[in-house]
């Protein structure tokens, strides 16, 4: 298993530890995971897949809980900021 | 303890109420609107919001074509949180006998003047690429909309109030008697009128009115612009609409105007407690994920339960009650109360004013269940 892997968040490069969920990647590199209606910025608030806040598109699927998903090489995560 | 004075007191601010006192106000009725939850808070708040026309009968059809035109006609006043849009109505053929009802429906729509378009396998699959490939054809039904029913009842209050109606809330009815309407706070109003709207409520007001609650349960899911653009309804809905006693399932997802879909549907007679059924809700989300298999990846935000008002024959009541000749009804619209909530209110003030209506009031009249009876 490699040490590191490499993702890509709204089209950037990200290179993360292995085991790092997807949050971490799009902790470092968009800041946050998607707006709020009112235009907000929104990440993980909870950590553990209850509040719903860190919500990022992953490979075409809407609203997946990035918090709760490992990040894996390849993976083409969007936020909607 | 005093009396309050009107020309017209409509008791119930759902959809149908809301819509009678506007129009009665309208009329230059001096109306009061009594409610003992919210505008708009009953079963208008729990069902879809569908402007749909159906063809379950003559009667429904031409009740329905009506109020839908009633709808359009309104909707340049429409504020934008009514959330108006013309989507249309796609009917769902699973396959070919549900092919060749698609069809008769398109007849009997056009023969009525309403255009709708019989689509192919492919051109279906082209205008909802989310639904199960294999499906035989659809007929769209392009003047059907969606709109969000409680904000169109609190428009319509709005506009009943801007007409001099005043609404009371928070006052249960205890009786209705010969224009007299006392609430259990001790409130007494006196009226040329009454109007009993009351949904599901109306039999405690009306003692030997025929309506049952029929249960159903929604679900809406987080947002996904664009997953599906229609509402669609699966043919076999009326099957369902139609079975009088069993517990049934139909498939129908309405697109809202925030990305956001409601799936349904169920029906229960019998089914008196507001919890969600967890069985029925199963049922009703398969019913739903073997026409949309993507539905089944879709997060669900909440689901809920609402009581239609139904009746034995499917039509809504509509006016004069035999038994008390002050009082009006406008109760028993079923699935169908947004929808018709228009042309009820039509059909009512006609009757009112003593003019001609635009559709026959006698399929509506609470008078045939008496006549029912006498057959029976």
């Known amino acids: 298993m490699p040490d590191q892997v490499q993702l890509r968040v709204d089209g950037k490069a990200v290179t993360v530890p292995a085991g790092a969920t997807v949050a971490v990647a799009v902790a470092l590199a968009a800041g946050f995971c998607r707006r709020s209606i009112t235009g907000e910025p929104r990440g993980p608030v909870c950590g553990m897949g209850i509040c719903f806040e860190c919500r990022v598109m992953i490979n075409g699927e809407p609203h997946c809980r990035s918090c709760q998903i490992l990040a894996e090489a390849n993976m083409d995560v969007r936020t909607n900021g | 303890m005093s009396v309050r004075v009107y020309d017209a007191v409509v008791v119930g601010a759902g959809i149908v109420g809301a819509a009678c006192a506007d129009r009665l ?47 359009i006609e309104l909707r340049p006043e429409l504020p934008a949180d009514v959330e108006y849009r013309q989507c249309g109505t796609l009917w769902v053929a699973a396959d070919e006998p549900e092919m060749q009802e698609v069809i008769r429906k398109h007849r009997y729509y056009g023969e009525r003047g309403v255009a709708t378009s019989i689509l192919t396998r492919m051109e279906l699959a082209e205008l909802e690429p989310k639904l199960r490939p294999d499906m035989a054809g659809a007929l769209l039904v392009p003047e059907d909309a969606v709109i969000y029913p409680p904000c169109a009842a609190r428009f319509v209050v709005a506009r009943a109030e801007q007409h001099g109606a005043e609404t009371f809330l928070g006052g249960t009815v205890e009786r209705i008697d010969n224009g007299s309407v006392l609430l259990t706070n001790g409130t007494r109003f006196s009226a040329g009128i009454v109007v009993n709207a009351a949904g599901i409520a109306a039999p405690a007001l009306t003692s030997t009115l025929d309506i049952k ?18 509402q669609i309804v ?94 009006l009804l406008a109760t028993g619209h079923e699935g169908l109360g947004i929808t018709t ?11 009112v004013v003593g003019r001609t209506p635009r559709i026959q009031p006698e399929p509506f009249l609470p008078a045939r269940t008496f006549l029912e009876h006498v057959h029976a």
């Open chain 2, 213 to 230: 609650p029929r249960k159903g349960h929604l679900v809406i899911t987080d947002r996904y612009p664009d997953f599906v653009r229609h």
């Open chain 2, 25 to 71: 106000s309208r009329e230059h009725l001096n109306v009061a609107i009594v409610d003992r939850g919210l505008v708009g808070g009953g079963a208008t708040a729990a069902g879809m919001g569908h402007i749909v026309t159906m063809d379950d009968s003559e009667a429904q059809f031409a009740l329905t074509r009506f109020s839908q035109q009633l709808w």
């Open chain 2, 341 to 351: 909530s228009l042309g009820t209110a039509a059909l009512l003030a006609d009757h």
């Open chain 2, 234 to 327: 699966e043919l076999g809905y009326l099957k369902s609409a139609h079975s009088v006693t069993a517990d049934s399932v139909a498939f129908n997802v309405q697109p809202r105007a925030t990305g956001q879909m409601l799936i349904g549907s169920s029906r229960q007679y019998g089914a008196d407690h507001s919890q969600v059924d967890d069985i029925i809700l199963s049922r009703m989300l398969r019913r739903a994920f073997e026409y949309i298999p993507g539905l089944a990846r879709t997060s669900a935000l909440r689901a809920w339960t609402g009581f239609r008002a139904a009746t034995p024959d499917k039509l809504p009541l509509i006016g004069p009650w035999p038994e008390d000749r002050r009082l």
